[in-house]
């Protein structure tokens, strides 16, 4: 057999394709450059995005454990403890919690009517007037009779439950002015005038 000669083979590398060379036109002056087609307008790499502030939801202010020791002095004292609600203009509407007012609405009907003020007699006119599941049970009541306050703490209490009404009108008052303040077709002095009421009554909550 023939004995071949080795033979060196170099590869040279192959040589990039040729590109074609794309001649811009001279516009002259920018104002001149036709119009961009969509798929070739500038996107902004990062868009501005408006934020807008969302008010918060806050629970209006009350003290429940003072309401129902209030009620719990009506049990044990009517004639006294409703005397100075009276007198310091408690009504259904002062008490946060709704099992509250419907009790206490219920219990000065009683009084109006000169019935006996006490657990079972309330229990039955809320039983009679379909109420009674409103507030729950009659273990509701059982359970804020048995509170045991003493006839000293009713003025304090009253005072308690009054105050924290005053506060909820008055922010209420303040979220109606602002409404009405957004509203560009409410006059000025009609806004500042209903405030100014507003902030009366709920200042003459609880006297």
Avoid: W
Avoid at 101 to 116: E, K, M, T
Avoid at 148 to 161: F, M, N, Q, S, Y
Avoid at 164 to 187: L, Y
Avoid at 196 to 204: F, K, M, T
């Amino acid at each position: 057999m023939d004995n071949l000669e080795a033979v060196d083979l170099e590869f040279a590398p192959a040589a990039p394709p040729a590109q074609s060379l794309v001649v811009m036109p001279d516009y002259g002056r920018p104002e001149d450059m036709p119009p961009m087609e969509p798929e070739e307008a500038i996107v902004p790499a990062k868009a501005r995005t408006v934020r807008r502030a969302v008010p918060s939801v806050r629970e209006l202010p009350s003290n429940i454990v003072a309401e129902q020791r209030l009620l719990s002095c009506i049990f044990i004292d009517p004639d006294d403890t409703l005397s100075k609600c009276e007198t310091a203009q408690v009504t259904r509407a002062t008490f946060y919690e709704s099992e509250h007012g419907i009790v206490y609405a219920c219990i000065c009907d009683l009084r109006r009517r000169d019935l006996p003020i006490s657990i079972d007699t309330v229990a039955q006119e809320l039983k009679r007037t379909g109420q009674l599941a409103m507030i729950g049970s009659y273990a509701f009541l059982l359970q804020v009779s048995g509170l045991e306050p003493t006839r000293a703490d009713v003025a304090k209490l009253i005072k308690i439950v009054c105050e924290f009404a005053s506060r909820r009108a008055i922010i209420r008052a303040m979220q109606d002015g602002i409404e009405q303040a957004h509203d560009v077709n409410t006059e000025l002095d009609v806004i500042v005038t209903t405030l100014r009421n507003r902030a009366d009554e709920a200042d003459s909550v609880g006297g």
